[in-house]
Nanobody, 123 residues
Framework: QVQLVESGGGLVQAGGSLRLSCAAS????????MGWFRQAPGKEREFVAT????????RYAKSVQGRFTISRDNAKNMVYLQMNSLKPEDTAVYYC????????????????WGQGTQVTVSS
């Protein structure tokens, strides 16, 4: 069982930066693949970034490639999403998800979710 709590969202101007955090409970956190997803109003929850249990491999959606960076600290049970050069189209609720296998890009593959944190980018 893993419980996830996201934080770090807020209001930022276009071109600005935010760092999202996801705090995980559970002794086996280091064995979970982790992902960040986002959901804008009226849209489906979409893949943003994933990171393997070791942190050795990451993947990104094309829309955020080169601007966002996912990382994790297994000693602290934390996953992060550094978001730079933010655009108004990045506005969404951001969720972190966990699964007991290597991470995928489909939200249906994830077992555990946090409550989300709102990111709003003004133009």
């Amino acid at each position: 069982q893993v419980q996830l709590v996201e934080s770090g969202g807020g209001l930022v101007q276009a071109g600005g930066s935010l760092r999202l955090s996801c705090a995980a409970s559970g002794r086996t956190f280091s064995s979970y693949g982790m992902g960040w997803f986002r959901q804008a109003p009226g849209k489906e929850r979409e893949f943003v970034a994933t990171i393997t249990w070791s942190g050795g491999s990451t993947r990104y959606a094309k829309s955020v490639q080169g601007r966002f960076t996912i990382s994790r600290d297994n000693a602290k049970n934390m996953v992060y999403l550094q978001m730079n050069s933010l655009k108004p189209e990045d506005t969404a609720v951001y969720y972190c998800g966990a699964r007991t296998m290597e991470p995928g890009t489909s939200r249906d593959e994830y077992t555990y979710w946090g409550q989300g944190t709102q990111v709003t980018v003004s133009s």
